[in-house]
């Protein structure tokens, strides 16, 4: 049995795919022979997406929307051929960046907006836009992106550890209600990553504020886009065929799934 990854003839849509995790799934998604959609709120950022797939010799094309307006959503996936593998990647707090942090005591509805707009409507309007193609042609995977937040806590972002945490149920229920038709629905479920959100925390790698975080991974590093993009790609596969409404952690050991 050959173990190699083949997407091809499928078309994926992966939100959030301007930068970062969701940058670094389009490019192996592209390898792998998938046609890709590279969505971000931001127009420059999908193009340039598009342009290093291009570039490589694979194909893509932009597909810019903000995945909080269900409108703009079902608009840009009309316009467009069946998607074949949704990748709900966008995440933190859309615009807003990863938002208001500290406790939940101190904090007010307004902070806790941003998060559950962009971590769980933005998965459920997307799913939902996607889901008839799938059923109708008896194939189809969803996969969110989700956090160890959303499974251990996080005691400065309760509201974001809820949204990650409710796009991961949700992600269950589509798996129960939609494996007769060949479509699966897995989250994975991320540790802190080395991105360009995130890069101010690793410009002095032995600061007491990056040490701080890695104390808490067994494998004493940020996670990287590549660490993220095999199992991904896995998942979307015909290897995946058989495995459907699990969280699976890629976390350098932050925590351990049971």
Request: glycine share 10%; with cysteine; aromatic share 8%.
């Amino acid at each position: 049995m050959s173990l190699h990854i083949d997407l091809s003839g499928r078309r994926a849509l992966i939100t959030g795919a301007g930068q970062g995790v969701g940058r670094g799934l389009a490019l192996a998604f592209a390898s792998a022979g998938a046609e890709i959609l590279v969505n971000d709120l931001r127009p420059d950022l999908a193009d340039a997406v598009v342009a290093d797939v291009r570039d490589a010799g694979w194909a893509a094309q932009p597909a810019p929307f903000d995945v909080t307006d269900y409108d703009a959503v079902t608009a840009a996936l009309a316009a467009t051929d069946s998607v074949d593998i949704l990748v709900n990647n966008a995440g933190n707090a859309g615009a807003h960046g990863f938002g208001t942090r500290g406790r939940f005591a101190e904090s007010a509805p307004q902070d806790w907006e941003p998060y559950l707009r962009v971590n769980l409507y933005g998965v459920l309007y997307c799913t939902r836009a996607v889901l008839p193609d799938m059923i109708a042609a008896r194939w189809g995977r969803v996969i969110t992106i989700v956090s160890d937040a959303g499974r251990v806590g996080d005691p400065s972002s309760a509201v974001y550890a809820a949204s990650k945490a409710g796009a991961a149920g949700f992600t269950r229920s589509v798996a129960l209600e939609h494996g007769r038709y060949g479509i699966t629905a897995n989250n994975v479920a991320l540790g802190t990553m080395r991105t360009p959100a995130t890069e101010s925390l690793w410009a002095e790698p032995d600061s007491p504020q990056a040490s701080s975080i890695l104390r808490n991974y067994v494998v004493r590093r940020p996670g990287l886009p590549q660490d993220v993009a095999p199992l991904a790609a896995m998942l979307a596969s015909d290897h995946g065929a058989w495995i459907t409404g699990q969280t699976i952690p890629v976390n350098g050991g932050f925590s351990f799934a049971q």
